[in-house]
């Protein structure tokens, strides 16, 4: 099994871009996640879904946007990407609710 | 506002010592304690305590939840330098569907 499968790994934007940081996960887990890990700040919840069709907002959702069309994929939209979104992300999934989450590798991503 | 607070945010001992690190947390409707470990890239999962679980153990590590006192401890005996890490506690609260609230972390280095 692959888990949890984040792309790209790393990625450099100029402010006012937009990207998608993909996850894809293959244990048919309902419960789907982003967070966001900054020095000092630990890990931040920015959106999550309880099923295919229903996303709702965490404790940091501005600037974001997600959807979640298939039990297996999750993506992040940045819309317009700005240098206080430089951080790492992880995707993290459960089989039910928030508890023993499974992560994703990681994605940096530097904003200019 | 539910709130994490680990100690000590970073620790230096030698191989061979035993660590006490420490988690202490404010939050309403309390469902489970977690213990995630973190190397280079994604967090893995530690222990999940919960009031009927109070108390988990695995090989050198065990961790305790105290109700009362709204804490928990994680603690590695004959640490080896492969624990340095960040230990990362966090919340579960309510129906589980909130997400995970993550505390700073403890950064653990374990020198030979």
């Known amino acids: 099994n692959a888990g949890v499968t984040q792309t790209p790994k790393f990625q450099v934007l100029k402010t006012g871009q937009s990207m998608t940081l993909q996850c894809a996960q293959d244990m048919n887990h309902e419960y789907m996640s982003w967070y966001r890990q900054d020095p000092g700040m630990g890990l931040r919840l920015i959106h999550y879904s309880v099923g295919a069709g229903i996303t709702d907002q965490g404790e940091v959702p501005n600037g974001y946007n997600v959807s979640r069309s298939t039990t297996e994929d999750f993506p992040l939209r940045l819309l317009s990407a700005a240098p206080s979104q430089t951080s790492v992300y992880f995707c993290a999934s459960s089989l039910g609710g928030a508890n023993v989450l499974t992560f994703g590798a990681g994605s940096r991503l530097t904003v200019l | ?112």
């Not at chain 2, 607070?5 to 006490?20: M, N």
């Open chain 2, 1 to 112: 506002e539910d709130k994490v607070v680990q100690s000590p945010l970073s620790l230096v001992v030698h191989e061979g010592d035993t660590v006490t690190l420490n988690c202490s947390y404010e939050v309403t409707n309390f469902r489970s304690l977690l213990w995630y470990k973190q190397e280079k890239k994604a967090p893995t999962f530690l222990f999940m305590l919960t009031s009927s679980g109070i108390e988990k153990k695995s090989g050198r590590l065990s961790s305790i939840l105290d109700k009362k006192e709204l804490s928990s401890i994680l603690n590695i005996t004959a640490t080896q330098t492969g624990d340095s890490a960040i230990y990362l506690c966090a919340l579960c609260k309510g129906g589980g569907a909130d997400g995970l609230t993550f505390g700073k972390g403890t950064h653990l280095i374990i020198q030979p």
